[in-house]
């Protein structure tokens, strides 16, 4: 900026930015603000910008403008007019303290900045000092300033230096930071000035979460602030201090923790007052308070006498009056201390695992009804307000269902005898479905970790699922229920007949009016696993979900319904059964039919997806650009139903596997579909997917679909990039790229896609697409990790080598080096360093690579300029990682281009010389990784302050 603006000028700017109407001239003005204050020239205006008189957006403007020219000034090496500011900028508080807090807060982080940021020897007691130059009588301008510069410490990512000397900053100010909260902390509650008994508990809660002072400096005054809850006023500030005293690390040590819950435990009452009052501020309060002791020393609490009395109370927080999201919002921060207390209870060795399931069992049987019971349904569901309250209700229900998972895992029999008992209450009274449909929710969630060797309890169980009514919410739990019993049928299969009719009858119960595909979405594989989010269902859905259970645990069995489910699956079909309902029934066949003899697997496999591939066909004939909307979801939905159970058809015969059967039957579809709708996300994940599943479960056997595979994904991503054809590129390497009869096509296809990132970085639309640049360099890390020395002519002793490719793919990685996104510039720097290895291992392939072209010095450049400041700090260590291998190539050579580069990067230059001298030494020196790791990230955090 060559001309500073007048002060007129600059508040004007700052009026327009928080008051003007117009977008465009605010930005004009938000752009010449932000100029102006990355300058470092606005000096003399800085004063004006902070005078009492000019309007508070305008002095916040100039504390932000300070703050950054404070930065600016020691990155400039314009150390002189340090000195004088901290009296400057003290002068500006006292001057300004009238105004709002935001004013005032934004000059402490100027100060803080000044502290920590200047350099060694300037300021070395400057927190202390200031401090004790504030008036005695300006309790509020000490109070913001110990606090801001504990919150400024966290906030920061100091490394090295500058993190040591703030923390001596701290050890030096504590005696008289602290003994200035606690006297005020010590005050009556009578006599005390309630805003600075507020702000004396920020500001020790700020001192304790950044660890600026132990427990025992202040654990005296635990029981003192214990007092301050019962004040309304400052209620929350309290309790935030003792969260942090509680969540403290010194916390962990048995005294101290003993000493604690004892403290904690004393609010019992006024908890169970809160809970009979229904005072929800209060109990949230609380809540976290012990959700905080809970969860911060799970293992140590275990081992105390005072455990039993902790776990009550957080048991009666989780049984806070009313309903989730109705009445109460409190409860669901329980739900992680109690899964977390579980998981720690089930890793313990047997011995310790017997003597507290003998002593905690009561605890975990209330709370099983305790969740039954936070598990039902509101009796008017559109308490909820709206869809996203909807949602957040059945995430709230898987949550505690997680819960209630560990705990059968944990008790076994105690939770099956709970459960069963449950049921027989809530049939006994069938007005209350709501808790009826709660209490099989709760039963199904945990009826995982059943004993297979109960014989007590579970066949109850069995007999009470049969006689439920048939109401819509109660028959879907009352399904899944079967599902979760499947470990339990496994080794009964007399039992089945009569369930699995239950479970196929529902399937036919398909009744939407009209076909109802819904949003199709990409998967992982078809990994559908039991803690998966549920939502309320329709009772075919429900009995999909159940038989795909039935078929994981009880496969050998249930062969004989083979015929049934494929009867009632095409009537649930033509009914509109969900995709996800269908691709659940697609899993069970798959993974039943697996047990058939060899030669029945594949006719049966073409039969299971007749249907699906009899529509994909139908709908290809279809397509056209014109074509409607239902069109395009209808061959996304078929797709996902073949490719997810494709994904369990494991075949260990010695014949075609007949997932290539159903693949090379189905793929002219997939062709004539992809022709017209390649541009479509849904469509082309649906096809990405269902080959990834095929790739996962043939693997090397779908070799012969190789070429028609490639030709497809080449055509659609030259009319249409996208990143996931590139990610299916890598899966057909990792499983292929090996493979001597794949590899001509594979390179072929490598080839083709590589000529259309070309035109991409030629048109430089991968500044606007970095996910296509770090798909395409996992892309090339993975073909040449595979195919390197083919690719580049290493192997070929009397050919030359290859390098026009390569070296395109170096500068090409050049250019993601400077893009903001961390994974574009992550995957470069993985391709080249795998290419470095690669120059590595060939010695004359690496000096025709890198030395004769001139690329090892334009890599070292382009490398410690994004170290510096091009690429985010948390790309360091990736950039880290690629000089490294420059240096495993030719150290000499390393040397000179990293000094070369430092000379000439206007930044380094800006440093001291000693400074700037000492780091690039400690890059170039480096004799590890992980040292030169260590040293670029010291290089980024001092060039970039």
């Keep these: 900026m060559s001309n500073i603006p007048t002060f007129e000028a600059t508040r004007d700017d700052v009026v327009t930015l928080y008051h003007g109407q117009d977008r465009a001239i605010q930005a004009e003005a938000e752009s010449r603000l932000c100029q102006l204050q990355d300058s470092g020239l606005a000096w003399d205006l800085i004063p004006q910008l902070l005078d009492p008189l000019a309007p508070n957006e305008v002095n916040f403007y100039g504390a932000c403008c300070l703050h950054r020219h404070i930065q600016l000034a020691r990155k400039e090496q314009r150390q002189s007019i340090l000195p004088s500011l901290p009296q400057t900028i003290l002068q500006y508080m006292m001057n300004l303290k009238a105004k709002p807090r935001f004013v005032v807060r934004q000059l402490c982080v100027a100060m803080m900045a000044l502290v920590v940021y200047a350099p060694a020897g300037v300021f070395d007691s400057a927190l202390q000092q200031i401090l004790e130059a504030i008036p005695s009588d300006d309790v509020q301008l000490q109070l913001d300033l110990v606090t801001i510069f504990a919150e400024v410490l966290g906030d920061e990512d100091l490394v090295g230096e500058l993190e040591t000397r703030a923390n001596q900053q701290l050890a030096l100010a504590k005696p008289f930071a602290l003994s200035g909260i606690l006297q005020i902390l010590a005050t009556p509650i009578p006599e005390a000035d309630e805003v600075h008994m507020q702000l004396a508990l920020k500001a020790l809660t700020a001192w304790l979460d950044y660890g600026a002072c132990s427990l025992s400096d202040v654990d005296r005054h635990f029981a003192l602030v214990l007092e301050f809850l019962k004040h309304d006023a400052i209620f929350q500030d309290a309790l935030e201090a003792l969260i942090a005293m509680c969540g403290h690390p010194d916390a962990a040590e048995l005294p101290a923790l003993d000493t604690l819950l004892s403290q904690v435990i004393n609010l019992n009452d006024m908890l169970e007052a809160a809970v009979v009052a229904e005072d929800e501020n209060v109990l949230e309060g609380l ?281 009632r699956r095409r009537v649930a079909t033509q009914a509109g059964l969900a995709t996800e309902a269908r691709q659940q029934l697609a899993e069970a066949l798959s993974v039943v039919i697996r047990k058939l003899p060899e030669d029945q697997i594949g006719p049966t496999a073409q039969a299971v997806f007749q249907d699906e591939m009899a529509n994909l066909a139908r709908l290809a004939t279809e397509a056209s650009e014109d074509a409607n909307n239902f069109v395009r979801i209808s061959i996304a939905s078929e797709l996902r139903v073949i490719g997810h159970g494709l994904r369990f058809l494991r075949y260990d015969g010695t014949g075609e596997h007949p997932v290539l059967t159903v693949l090379q039957q189905v793929w002219p579809a997939v062709d004539a579909c992809l022709a017209v709708f390649c541009h479509d996300e849904e469509v082309v994940a649906a096809v990405c997917d269902g080959v990834n599943n095929v790739l996962r479960v043939a693997k090397t056997a779908v070799e012969p679909a190789t070429m028609p595979i490639a030709n497809t994904m080449a055509t659609a991503f030259n009319i249409y990039p996208q990143t996931m054809w590139l990610d299916l590129a890598i899966s057909l390497h990792a499983v292929l790229g090996r493979s001597p009869e794949a590899l001509a096509t594979l390179l072929t296809l490598y080839t083709r896609l590589r000529e259309r990132m070309l035109t991409i970085f030629q048109a430089e639309q991968h500044i606007h697409h970095p996910e296509l640049v770090a798909s395409f360099f996992n892309l090339v890390t993975r073909v040449y990790r595979s195919n390197g020395e083919y690719l580049c002519g290493i192997d070929d002793a009397e050919a030359p080598f290859q390098l026009e490719a390569t070296l395109q793919a170096i500068d090409w990685a050049l250019y993601a080096l400077t893009l903001p996104e961390l994974s574009s510039v992550s995957a470069a720097c993985h391709a080249l360093r795998v290419l470095l290895e690669l120059a590595g291992r060939h010695e004359e392939f690496g000096h025709a690579l890198l030395t004769n072209t001139g690329m090892h010095g334009k890599l070292v450049h382009t490398c410690v300029e994004a170290v510096v400041i091009a690429a985010a700090k948390a790309s360091v260590a990736d950039l880290a990682a690629v000089l490294w291998e420059l240096k495993e190539f030719d150290a000499e050579l390393f040397r000179h281009h990293v000094f070369a580069a430092c000379e000439a990067n206007a930044r380094m230059q800006a440093l001291e010389p000693s400074t700037a001298q000492t780091l690039v030494e400690t890059v170039v020196e480096g004799n590890s990784k992980r040292a030169i790791t260590q040293a670029c990230k010291q290089l980024a955090t001092v060039c970039r302050v």
Excluded at 362 to 381: C, E, G, I, S, T
Excluded at 452 to 473: C, G, K
Excluded at 539 to 545: G, Q, T
């Design 287 to 567: 809540t976290k308070l012990v959700v905080t002791v809970v969860e911060s020393h799970t293992g140590s609490l275990l081992n105390l006498p005072k455990a039993g009395a902790i776990l009550q109370m957080l048991l009666m927080c989780t049984n806070s009056p009313g309903q989730y999201l109705v009445d109460e919002e409190s409860s669901k921060m329980t739900l992680k201390p109690w899964y977390l207390l579980l998981e720690h209870l089930t890793s313990l060795e047997t011995e310790s695992r017997r003597r507290l399931r003998g002593i905690t069992t009561p605890l975990f049987q209330a709370l099983l009804l305790v969740l039954r019971n936070k598990l039902a349904y509101p009796q008017d569901m559109s308490a909820l307000e709206d869809e996203t309250s909807e949602d957040a209700y059945e995430v709230y229900r898987q949550e505690a269902g997680d819960v209630c998972m560990y705990i059968s895992c944990f008790i076994k029999d105690a939770s099956i005898a709970t459960l069963t008992s449950m049921l027989e209450e809530s049939l006994a009274s069938q007005a209350n479905t709501r808790q009826l449909e709660a209490t099989l929710y709760t039963t199904a969630r945990a009826a995982a970790f059943f004993s297979a060797q109960d014989t007590s309890y579970t066949p109850r169980l069995v007999e009470l699922l049969r006689q439920l009514p048939d109401e819509p919410l109660v028959s879907v739990s009352g399904i899944r229920c079967i599902g979760g019993l499947a470990p339990w049928l496994a080794p009964r299969p007399e039992r089945l007949p009569e369930l699995m009719a239950l479970v196929l009858d529902s399937i036919a119960q398909a009744q939407y009016g009209r076909a109802r595909r819904g949003s199709v979405t990409r998967d992982t594989g078809g990994n559908y696993v039991d803690d998966a989010v549920r939502k309320r269902a329709h009772r075919s859905e429900a009995a999909c979900e159940a038989l795909r259970d039935l078929a994981t645990e009880c496969r050998h069995h249930l062969l004989p319904f083979c015929d049934g489910i494929l009867e």
